[in-house]
């Protein structure tokens, strides 16, 4: 079974400041793929950012960039020029491709604040 | 394009009674997700289906649980004679394919007094 650890349960940045949160997971599986979900207070979850294993350049989405180690199981996510609306849990998740669900595993989250 | 729905929003009743939780997908999604996210935790899968089949589901989701997907576009989510336990928001998820990112609902929030 996969698991997904994220070991910082709260992290805060001042706005326009980096903020890089961390993310582990562990798997036997050489093919899968890694997702960064947004959660805001009281809002829905929408989808960050995605990485395919097969893929070594690390993907980017505007502000948001992750560093892919596929060797070391890392899948962090670095946002840059933090803005007030970056405040959220942040959730990293796991998908195995293949025969099933391709249901996403997640971590237990981390909870960004953006400060003034 | 309106995005996930869910219905109600937030749900509250006494152990012991059945509740009932709605999710219609977006349009043409075929892939329809059900997730249980418990205070402090991140979501776990519960269900899935695959048009009308619902061909996967967890450990987690006791026999007093039962999901449908009747005609393969919106889904429920019955909980029967609820327990303390089953207080969690419920998470409603769809895809328009295997690999394609999955689009979350705003979730029912459950509260069992």
């Known amino acids: 079974a996969q698991t997904v650890t994220q070991s910082q349960p709260e992290m805060s940045v001042q706005e326009a400041e980096t903020v890089t949160l961390s993310c582990t997971y562990d798997?036997?599986?050489?093919?899968?793929?890694l997702f960064w979900y947004k959660q805001p207070p009281s809002r829905q979850m929408i989808l960050v950012i995605r990485q395919e294993a097969y893929k070594q350049q690390n993907a980017t989405e505007n502000r948001f960039s992750v560093n892919f180690q596929k060797a070391a199981k890392s899948f962090s996510l670095k946002i840059s020029d933090s803005q007030l609306g970056d405040t959220a849990m942040y959730f990293c998740a796991f998908m195995k491709p293949g025969a099933g669900s391709y249901q996403l595993t997640f971590g237990k989250g981390t909870k960004l604040s953006v400060i003034p | 394009d309106t995005g996930v729905s869910q219905d109600p929003r937030h749900k509250i009743t006494k152990r012991g009674q059945n509740v009932t939780f709605r999710c219609d997908p977006i349009?043409?999604?075929?892939?329809l997700y059900w997730y249980r996210q418990t205070l402090g935790q991140g979501p776990e899968f519960l269900t899935y289906?695959?048009?009308?089949?619902?061909?996967?589901k967890s450990r987690l989701l006791s026999d007093r649980f039962s999901a449908e997907r009747p005609k393969g576009s919106f889904s429920t989510l019955e909980i029967q004679r609820t327990e303390q336990g089953d207080s969690a928001m419920y998470l409603c998820?769809?895809?328009?394919?295997?690999?394609?990112?999955?689009?979350f609902g705003d979730g029912t929030r459950l509260s069992i007094l």
């Open positions: 349009s043409e999604h075929n892939r």
């Open positions: 798997t036997s599986e050489n093919n899968y793929y």
């Open positions: 289906f695959q048009n009308e089949a619902q061909l996967e």
């Open positions: 998820a769809s895809s328009a394919g295997s690999t394609q990112p999955q689009h």
